[in-house]
């Protein structure tokens, strides 16, 4: 089952998807659907047409989640190309909601960069609330999977060896299409980014090195983890701050980020000015 969150008039809309289109579930957003015990029940038996929505009303699957974890150095190509040694303990830093953007929402580069880098990442979408989780009961806390875009400020990351201030800019981390259940997303799931159709990043989930439910267990041990947070699980090789010379995104260009099973985010780039 794929879940999403349309923009309404009258607000948000979450939406089943279907093929050729989405089927409305109610008022709402898909973090507040899964904040109810019957979120499953509810998102699959609704009915109805079969509707059309235009892709600029797609929104963040959720739109203003309380908690976005990041991972950093989490895919063995990614740690490898950026000179490092595999970690014993996940790399964590954190987004705030103001920085997500819809799946098919325009990045206006921020002008106080000018090296701002793609990160292609599956983001993990709890669904119930869990501290202190084993490895089971983190696995049974995930509600599904979704793609985002960790945007990144290359020039204000490395400005200290925190990373928070090249991470989190201001509508900057385009997040969706849709929430996709465990069960569409195979274990070896391929995940690639594209640049103007080149291929930047490719690789598959099954090269992480901290999986999912690791992740869920270890954030839960530090911090009660609630239905609708989400941790990004880290990028794969290929960013573009690692070329030689280092590539970064430029007006007029389109992100397209994509994992097998989950569909897609596409991103078209425009400079501060234009």
Avoid at 21 to 38: K, N, Q
Avoid at 219 to 238: C, E, F, Y
């Amino acid at each position: 089952m794929k879940l999403a969150t349309v923009r309404t008039e009258d607000g948000f809309r979450v939406v089943r998807v279907e093929d050729g289109g989405y089927v409305d579930i109610g008022p709402g957003d898909v973090g507040a659907l899964l904040r109810r015990e019957d979120w499953r029940s509810v998102a699959a038996a609704a009915g109805g047409p079969v509707l059309r929505i235009e892709p600029d009303r797609l929104a963040p699957v959720v739109p203003h989640p309380g908690k976005i974890i990041c991972v950093g150095l989490n895919y063995r190509t990614h740690i490898t190309e950026m000179g490092r040694e595999l970690p014993r303990y996940p790399t964590l830093f954190a987004k705030y909601s103001e920085a997500l953007i819809g799946p098919n929402d325009t990045l206006t580069l921020p002008p106080e960069s000018d090296a701002v880098d793609w990160e292609a990442e599956l983001t993990v979408v709890v669904g119930r609330q869990v501290r202190r989780a084993d490895r089971d009961t983190a696995s049974a806390a995930i509600a599904g999977y979704t793609i985002l875009n960790d945007i990144t400020a290359r020039d204000w990351q490395f400005r200290t060896k925190e990373w928070l201030q090249g991470k989190t800019w201001e509508a900057t981390t385009p997040v969706g299409p849709c929430l996709a259940t465990p069960d569409e997303l195979a274990p070896d799931a391929e995940i690639s980014c594209t640049v103007d159709d080149e291929v930047m990043q490719k690789s598959t989930i099954g090269d992480l090195v901290f999986d999912a439910a690791d992740l869920v267990a270890y954030v839960s041990t530090m911090i009660t983890l609630n239905p609708g947070d989400l941790i990004a699980t880290g990028t794969t090789g290929g960013v573009g701050h690692a070329r030689k010379p280092p590539r970064y995104l430029r007006d007029g260009q389109t992100v397209v980020t994509r994992i097998e099973g989950i569909g897609e985010l596409v991103t078209p780039v425009r400079g501060a000015a234009s």
